[in-house]
Each structure stands twice: as structure tokens, then as C-alpha cells.
T-cell receptor, first 113, second 111 residues
Framework: NAGVTQTPKFQVLKTGQSMTLQCAQD?????MSWYRQDPGMGLRLIHY???????DQGEVPNGYNVSRSTTEDFPLRLLSAAPSQTSVYFC????????????FGQGTRLTVV | AQSVTQPDIHITVSEGASLELRCNYS??????LFWYVQSPGQGLQLLLK??????LVQGIKGFEAEFKRSQSSFNLRKPSVHWSDAAEYFC?????????FGAGTRLTVKP
């Protein structure tokens, strides 16, 4: 049972580059979310999806895009990387609503130089 | 929107000692409450959750938490800490189809 799988685990980008963080879940969960984790700030919600074809913004959406073409996949795109986007990114999924138990991936540590 | 406060950024306890991590929330009604643990380089793992009913909930790894409505608190406890409990602990509040996390408490365990 894989749960939530994120790739890559580590990434270094140059300022201005773009990239996609991948997230896949095999639990048939409706809800998926992307968070960033920064020291002393806990987890902050970037974008979320309530089902295939439906996405919405969270607390800190600027500089990021998402799409949800299937139930399983929820990629996060950085359009033009900035040093302020250096962070650890977590993908999570929930069976029903986002305010119920979330299952997290292992995280992607991104450094923008 | 709801908010969560974890007053302690870092706590150090000796192995075998008891542990209490504090969590306070702000929300008009009773939200869903969670504690997660994050080991270094790992994702978050659910320790326990409270939705309703008995205010003392048991979780994995010997942890428990008590919901106190009058204090808007959901503190995490363990009677005897093991070295493997060293990690970061996050309290979370679910309400209005949203989930908010506290800033986390880092636990160090002394031998």
C-alpha cells in the first residue's frame, strides 16, 4: 500500500526556472492538498482539490499552479522559481473532507539559488 | 478561520520522564482536533484524533490527548518518553472544510 507518493525528494533550481512536483495517491481519496513547511511557521496550504477537475487556492498560492485531471494525481507547478520558494513541500490526501484525517507524502526539499 | 497555537517551540525531556505538549485553538464551535508527528526527513504521521465523544483519546505509540472545551486546549501526553519519540509534533484543527496546523514543537530526548 503506497499511500501518497511524492517525487522528487530533493531538487535544486536556479532562480527563474520552472518545475513540477509530482504527487500521486492510491487510496481513492477525493481531497488532495499541497503544503509548504518553513521553520517556525508550521504547514501552510498552497492549493487544494476537492476532486478531479476542481482546484482552489489556499493561504499562499502565489507563484504556484495546480491541476487535477485524475483522482490519483495532483502535480504542483512552480512557474518561475524564486529564492522565497525554498522550502519543504508536502502533498496530502483525505478521504472525505479536508478537515478530516490527512495522509502525507514524504516531502520534497526544494532549494532555489 | 480557526487558528492553532503551540506555545512551546522546543522541549527537552529525559528518557523515561513524562511528557505534555500544549495546543490551544481558536474556533467558535468544537472542531476536529489532531496530533501529528514528524520524524526527521519524513512526512507527517497521525498520532491521534478527536471528533466527538470521550474527551480523552488514545493514539499510537502510547500517546494520549485530552480535549478541554473550557480551555480550548488539546494537550498531548505520554507517561514515559522513549528516545525514539524525539521528533517534531504538530497540532492541527479541522473546521469549515479547512485544516490549520500549529507551528510545531520540537522534542529532544536526553539519555
Amino acid at each position: 500500500n503506497a499511500g501518497v507518493t511524492q517525487t522528487p525528494k530533493f531538487q535544486v533550481l536556479k532562480t527563474g526556472q520552472s518545475m513540477t512536483l509530482q504527487c500521486a495517491q492510491d487510496m481513492n481519496h477525493e481531497y488532495m492538498s499541497w503544503y509548504r513547511q518553513d521553520p517556525g511557521m508550521g504547514l501552510r496550504l498552497i492549493h487544494y482539490s476537492v476532486g478531479a477537475g476542481i482546484t482552489d487556492q489556499g493561504e499562499v498560492p502565489n507563484g504556484y499552479n495546480v491541476s487535477r485531471s485524475t483522482t490519483e494525481d495532483f502535480p504542483l507547478r512552480l512557474l518561475s522559481a524564486a529564492p522565497s520558494q525554498t522550502s519543504v513541500y508536502f502533498c496530502a490526501s483525505s478521504l472525505r473532507r479536508r478537515n478530516t484525517e490527512a495522509f502525507f507524502g514524504q516531502g520534497t526539499r526544494l532549494t532555489v539559488v | 478561520a480557526q487558528s492553532v497555537t503551540q506555545p512551546d517551540i522546543h522541549i527537552t525531556v529525559s528518557e523515561g520522564a513524562s511528557l505534555e505538549l500544549r495546543c490551544n485553538y481558536s474556533y467558535g464551535a468544537t472542531p476536529y482536533l489532531f496530533w501529528y508527528v514528524q520524524s526527521p526527513g519524513q512526512g507527517l504521521q497521525l498520532l491521534l484524533k478527536y471528533f466527538s465523544g470521550d474527551t480523552l483519546v488514545q493514539g499510537i505509540k502510547g500517546f494520549e490527548a485530552e480535549f478541554k472545551r473550557s480551555q480550548s486546549s488539546f494537550n498531548l501526553r505520554k507517561p514515559s518518553v522513549h528516545w525514539s519519540d524525539a521528533a517534531e509534533y504538530f497540532c492541527a484543527v479541522g473546521a469549515n472544510n479547512d485544516m490549520r496546523f500549529g507551528a510545531g514543537t520540537r522534542l529532544t530526548v536526553k539519555p
